[in-house]
């Protein structure tokens, strides 16, 4: 199967009616911007995107001026039109969707990593638990529980209770 063949029977399987009045049916006041939806990553990250007014049909490749990941694909995107050329759409943001969860705030800069959670962050695998509240509570969960030290293993508290 050739590569545009392939991606307009991915683009067939992908593209999902869009209801009526939502913003991919609605025309901008801004000259050149639709709502179109990302379809695909190509293997080397490039978006393929669906849009209304598409003259070409199927997938069209975009520039992306936004950050994009796997779990994109799907998602409406506002399109601005490079040199008003509706074959070279540029996609300038994501429809937000409130009933979907944002992301959790995580930072990495190469030495640290910051996970934040508004409540708490609950850290899961299997019957272990460990769970960090706002209050700043500290919850260790475990069928069975280990703690090796080469130096000093210290436990220090308000008050201290074994069993």
């Known amino acids: 199967m050739s590569k545009s063949a392939l991606r307009e029977t991915i683009a067939k399987r992908l593209v ?14 801004l000259a050149g911007m639709t709502v179109g939806r990302i379809l695909l990553l190509d293997p080397s990250g490039v978006p393929m995107v669906g849009f209304r007014g598409n003259s070409r049909g199927g997938l069209v490749p975009a520039r992306t001026v936004v950050a994009l990941r796997r779990a994109d694909v799907g998602r409406d995107a506002v399109l601005l039109f490079e040199d ?4 070279r759409p540029v996609i300038v943001g994501l429809i937000h969707a409130p009933s979907t969860k944002e992301p959790v705030d995580v930072r990495l ?52 209770q074994i069993n």
């Open 16 to 29: 999902r009616p869009v209801p009526s009045g939502s913003p991919a049916t609605r025309s901008s006041g």
């Open 84 to 87: 008003g050329d509706r074959r």
């Open 109 to 160: 800069d190469g030495r640290t990593l910051t996970l934040t959670g508004e409540q708490e962050i609950v850290l899961q695998c299997g019957k272990a638990s460990l769970t960090l509240t706002r209050s700043g509570k500290v919850l260790l969960r475990g069928a069975y529980l280990s703690s090796r030290s080469s130096g000093v293993n210290r436990i220090k508290g308000g008050s201290v």
